[in-house]
């Protein structure tokens, strides 16, 4: 679909606030952001922001948003071109740990999100980002289930295991951002070994 000039105007400055927002809201977590702040770091106007947002919550639940979708629509894509649960399995592992390591205001935000019953991101669930979530669980369970079928893996719940893969990752990203020198991170060598890991284990045949 062709956007009209004042389409594509809207939608930068819109995609401008997310972006300014983000770090804010990794930095100083969603209680202590302001849209003061956002709207400095944006170099819009506060009255500006009310144009496309109606208040912080709206802001704040806008960025997940973004993340969620984009991670959606890469899992589609990784699932369309990859034939076995493996080469899936990689790829996935692969993005994960790009987001986390090369987007580390977006993997600080979803930490947060992940801790919201003890941190300080907003109370109230949302529909859209709850059907993501859901739409991304049931893309890597369906590829699980078939490989299951195939006897490429053994019998396990589907459910427990993309979640286990999910958080392996995610501490493995926190582990090399929090903790170690992050130049001359290979990703396709770190998404291998997360591959072997998970696939062959660490017990010695």
């Known amino acids: 679909m062709n956007l009209s000039r004042k389409e594509r105007e809207r939608e930068f400055r819109r995609n401008e606030i997310l972006s300014a927002a983000l770090d804010i809201f990794a930095a100083k977590g969603f209680t202590h952001t302001t849209l003061d702040e956002v709207a400095e770091a944006s170099e819009f106007g506060k009255g500006t922001l009310y144009n496309y947002f109606q208040n912080k919550e709206e802001l704040y639940t806008a960025i997940l948003e973004t993340i969620f979708e984009s991670f959606v629509e890469n899992l589609k894509e990784i699932d369309a071109r990859t034939t076995d649960y493996k080469t899936f ?117």
């Open 89 to 205: 399995t990689r790829e996935v592992i692969h993005y994960m740990l790009d987001f986390c390591v090369n987007n580390k205001s977006g993997f600080i935000l979803l930490s947060h999100k992940r801790m919201s019953t003890i941190y300080d991101g907003p109370p109230s669930a949302n529909t859209r980002i709850t059907t993501l979530i859901e739409e991304a669980h049931a893309i890597q369970t369906e590829k699980l289930e078939a490989a299951i079928k195939e006897g490429v893996i053994r019998e396990m719940d589907p459910k427990k295991l993309v979640s286990l893969m999910r958080g392996t990752v995610f501490s493995f990203a926190y582990f090399h951002i929090a903790c170690t020198e992050q130049n001359g991170f290979d990703l396709d060598a770190e998404a291998d070994y997360l591959l072997s890991v998970i696939f062959d284990g660490i017990k010695k045949n």
